[in-house]
């Protein structure tokens, strides 16, 4: 996580905790006292782990990305049917932040928080995903699963751009998951 060094379980538990309290009362609402007391610790031993606020929301959306590529590298190896692997490929990539922020009264604060606080470290994760989806496309194209459109680069990124567009439209985290799994099946059919 931070320095590029494995993130040890306090950390965790403290970025566990801030997710709590910023899905609860809002980024801006939410104080470092508020992060502390839910974690457990002391006001003076949170700032051991963390600077700021700020500083643990880019830790967040760094550890959301870091369980995103695993998720979705990992879903795109199953078996069946195009469609299906990519509606639950990105289903698997979205996570339990992703569902918790839509339940959340304060997900769309949230997500405007990583748009402002942490956007070179979601830039980054796009492009991480973009790189597996890319290379599975052109693997299925080669087995001649699917027939490319256009290059996979550019089928890869629209089809991750519909998805956070799916995110930040969503009512609900059912209808969510039904819209993702929706747009898997018309991504598949229309390269199938």
Known sequence: MKDNTPMD??????LMS?????????????SMDDIARSAGISR????????????????????YYDGAVVDFAEALTQ??????????????????IVASMLTSPHGHEL???KQTNATD????????????????????????????PAPADD???????????????????DGFMCDVRTLGRLIGDGLS
Do not use: C
């Open 79 to 96: 078996d069946g049917p195009v469609g299906e692997i990519l509606g639950e490929a990105f289903l698997a990539k979205s996570g339990e």
């Open 155 to 173: 089928v890869a990124r629209i089809s991750l751009a519909s998805v956070k567009s799916l995110m930040q439209v969503a009512d609900s985290h």
């Open 18 to 30: 801030a997710w709590q309290a910023f899905s609860a009362y809002g980024f801006r609402k939410t």
């Open 111 to 113: 997500l405007d928080t």
């Open 121 to 148: 470290v979601a830039e980054a994760g796009e492009a991480r995903l973009a790189e597996i989806l890319t290379n599975w496309l052109n693997e299925q194209a080669a087995a001649e699963r699917i027939t490319l």
């Open 9 to 14: 379980s306090r950390q965790k538990d403290i």
């Open 44 to 63: 003076p031993a949170l700032y051991l782990h963390y600077k700021n606020k700020v500083d643990i929301y880019r830790s967040l959306a760094q550890f």
